[in-house]
T-cell receptor
């Protein structure tokens, strides 16, 4: 089954404790992206990757890091989480940039992160 | 600036009645417009898109959307709502190889 898998789905942590949210897709997609969803703000892009070893900042990259060493994986790293990073995070993938342009984004089921 | 506006936080409709979820956009050039739906505890799912051509586009689950260039709108519609349509709906517009999403509209369909 074609899917985007995120882990963990739920996490409660404390300020400053490094954490990683993993994202993996099995569709051989070139494009991957991370979003955060906050009430009243919709989805905002954090980082995206056009292909292996190519990553770029989105609209709200501060406090986050990503890597794209393999095509299928695109982990989101919070080196020193803060309470303002409490949010619902979504990973998404698409075949390529053309797929993004035509709206063909596939989303994971989300990771709800709480930073105390 | 490129943006998408969904003016209603929530839309309530009785089952069997028609529904409309509003979206307006601001983008330079020809817009590529999309609707996504998010069911509880799930990721977003693609519903439909407008790239070019007929202003009325049809999508999944009986939804359709009407592109209106003069009003810069792309409202989502369905002739007869179902309780199972209750979800969070996002409008989005393409801008330089990424999608800009609206803030979302919660649709509640009552039996």
């Amino acid at each position: 089954e074609a899917q985007v898998t995120q882990n963990p789905r739920y996490l409660i942590t404390v300020t400053g404790k490094k954490l990683t949210v993993t994202c993996s897709q099995n569709m051989n997609h070139e494009y991957m992206s991370w979003y955060r969803q906050d009430p009243g703000l919709g989805l905002r892009q954090i980082y995206y990757s056009m292909n292996v070893e190519v990553t770029d900042k989105g609209d709200v990259p501060e406090g986050y890091k990503v890597s794209r060493k393999e095509k299928r994986n695109f982990p989101l790293i919070l080196e020193s989480p803060s309470p303002n990073q409490t949010s619902l995070y979504f990973c998404a993938s698409s075949h390529n940039a053309a797929g993004v342009n035509t709206g063909e984004l596939f989303f994971g089921e989300g990771s709800r992160l709480t930073v105390l | 600036a490129q943006s998408v506006a969904q003016p209603e936080d929530q839309v309530n409709v009785a089952e069997g009645n028609p529904l409309t979820v509003k979206c307006t956009y601001s983008v330079s050039g020809n817009p590529y417009l999309f609707w996504y739906v998010q069911y509880p505890n799930r990721g977003l799912q693609f519903l439909l898109k407008y790239i070019t051509g007929d202003n009325l586009v049809k999508g999944s689950y009986g939804f359709e959307a009407e592109f209106n260039k003069s009003q810069t709108s792309f409202h989502l519609k369905k002739p007869s709502a179902l309780v199972s349509d209750s979800a969070l709906y996002f409008c989005a517009v393409r801008y330089t190889d990424k999608l800009i999403f609206g803030t979302g509209t919660r649709l509640q369909v009552f039996p």
